[in-house]
């Protein structure tokens, strides 16, 4: 299984609730003979004796994850490129950025006159389930970042639901109190209007300022979780957190999140 680079966890948090990220047309396999970590700082890739890094394409996500799209055949091996153990994805041919990486379920030595090859569906990257991301979003950041297929950057709402979510529920099958006075309350991108999200930073992003949503005027019944959707009413489930405290809701109660009480990481 693959796992997302620092890198592109802040740049997909960033484009969610900040600015828009701008994906890559086309991605690159890369070899290593160590494990690149997550901040790629163990990247060691072969270097001369042939080695080239070779695009990859990826299927349309599906159960969380991008898949590997058809076989990959890196160059004829003029000399050694040492135990290949791991692979990494990169935005560039050469340099760039590392997106993602994960190990091989076999090592392998490259040796002269090697034409190392990846068969179709051996590389995956997945988002973990549990993680109380959507799988709605989950497929819209993998696409994007993976396939380059359009994600317009989404408006960010704070909410509160009486019942507990899971991955699939939707902006429109969410539970919410009903009338007085509740509404979910827009966040802005840094640097805009109060209240806005703090810039993605060692893979979480959280609120700038305090979130506080309107004055209760009637009952809002027992909220038992929150969750960050693309629209004022309806649209998509962004995230969601089944751990906040129940609270019953009464007239005149007004909820808040302090500054930095909402964090959302991807990890």
């Known amino acids: 299984m693959g796992k997302i680079s620092n890198y592109l966890a802040n740049e997909l948090l960033d484009h969610v609730f900040n600015v828009a990220y701008t994906p890559a047309a086309t991605v690159y396999l890369a070899l290593s003979t160590a494990n690149p970590t997550d901040d790629g700082s163990g990247m060691a890739e072969p270097s001369g004796n042939g080695y080239a890094r070779q695009a990859i394409t990826f299927g349309a996500a599906a159960s969380r994850r991008v898949t590997q799209s058809g076989v990959v055949t890196f160059p ?33 030595s490259i040796v002269a006159n090697n034409t190392p090859s990846a068969a179709s569906g051996e590389v995956w990257i997945e988002v973990s389930a ?7 979003l989950a497929h819209n950041l993998l696409n994007l970042a993976f396939r380059n297929v359009a994600y317009a950057k989404p408006a960010t709402y704070v909410g509160m639901a009486t019942a507990t979510l899971t ?11 009903s009338g007085n006075g509740y509404a979910r309350t827009q966040v802005n991108i840094n640097g805009g209007a109060a209240p806005a999200w ?26 038992v979780a929150s969750f960050i959707a693309s629209a004022v009413s309806g649209g998509d489930i962004l995230f969601f957190d089944n751990g ?19 964090t959302v990481g991807l990890n």
């Open 198 to 223: 703090a810039l993605a930073a060692s893979r979480q992003v959280v609120n700038g300022g305090a979130v506080s949503l309107p004055a209760a005027t009637g009952a809002w019944g027992t909220v």
């Open 130 to 136: 549990g993680g109380e991301m959507s799988t709605t």
């Open 244 to 262: 906040t405290t129940d609270q019953a809701v009464a007239s005149g109660d007004t909820m808040q999140f302090a500054a930095s009480a909402i």
């Open 167 to 177: 991955e699939t529920t939707t902006g429109s099958t969410v539970t919410e109190p």
């Open 76 to 108: 004829i091996a003029t000399g050694a490129w040492g135990t290949v153990t791991h692979w990494a994805v990169f935005d560039a041919s050469t340099a760039g950025n590392m997106l993602a990486h994960g190990d091989w379920s076999v090592a392998k």
